[in-house]
């Protein structure tokens, strides 16, 4: 039992550990937030989002949805859209003397409508878990399989929660702003390099 357990945990951290959309947001709204209990919306929404695609990838409706060209050619287009605007946004966003400002526009409405678009519209998320965590659960079965599957769970959780905790420690930190300002350019730029790789694979569909 302790075999799927830690398989799980180790591909799921592997899979979470790279600079995307996601921990970028969780990051930001860490930072952005008077309070770290207003970024909790953020981090409670994404968690869900990916509790929800583990479950799909391991109860097979991803081998369904990657034998789709259709699907996956309307995956890749959105996510390319969204990647190019999420980009934009990062890019132009303000430094700390604005900070307030932007945390007031973020509604808990808005929060959440965000937090689940870098979740269920970023492409690597999906192709993270159905292409990668789907099918690497198909050597388990029965209790193995939800031991496997807790186990992706509860890295999400943790990594996501651990998440906005240092991007609050950092905005305590980063008094100027300075640090966010140039962190938000380079998210940005990591985003259109991610929006033109999925372009092109479109293409090469």
């Given at each position: 039992m302790l075999e799927p357990f830690i398989h799980g945990f180790i591909l799921a951290l592997g899979l979470i550990l790279p600079l995307g959309v996601q921990n970028i947001f969780v990051f930001n709204q860490g930072a952005l937030q008077p309070r770290f209990i207003k970024a909790l919306p953020v981090v409670i929404t994404v968690s869900l989002c990916d509790t929800l695609l583990i479950l799909v990838s391991v109860l097979g409706v991803?081998?369904?949805?990657?034998?789709?060209?259709w699907i996956k050619t309307i995956l890749i287009g959105g996510g390319f859209i969204f990647l190019i605007y999420m980009g934009w946004t990062t890019w132009n966003s303000k430094a700390n003397n604005e900070r307030k400002?932007?945390?007031?526009?973020f509604s808990l409405k808005k929060q959440v409508l965000f937090a689940v678009s870098v979740s269920l519209l970023n492409p690597?998320?999906?192709m993270d878990t159905m292409g990668v965590i789907g099918p690497s659960s198909l050597r388990y079965?029965?209790?193995?399989?939800?031991?496997?599957a807790v186990s992706c769970i509860?890295?999400?959780?943790?990594?996501?929660?651990?998440?906005a905790l240092i991007g609050r420690m950092s905005g305590k930190l980063d008094k100027s702003g300075s640090f966010m300002l140039v962190l938000n350019k380079i998210?940005?730029?990591?985003?259109?390099g991610a929006a033109v790789?999925?372009?092109l694979s479109l293409f090469n569909n």
């Open positions: 991803s081998l369904l949805i990657l034998g789709s060209l400002e932007i945390a007031k526009k690597h998320a999906i079965e029965g209790e193995e399989k939800v031991i496997f509860l890295v999400s959780w943790s990594w996501f929660l651990g998440l998210s940005a730029l990591v985003m259109w790789y999925l372009g």
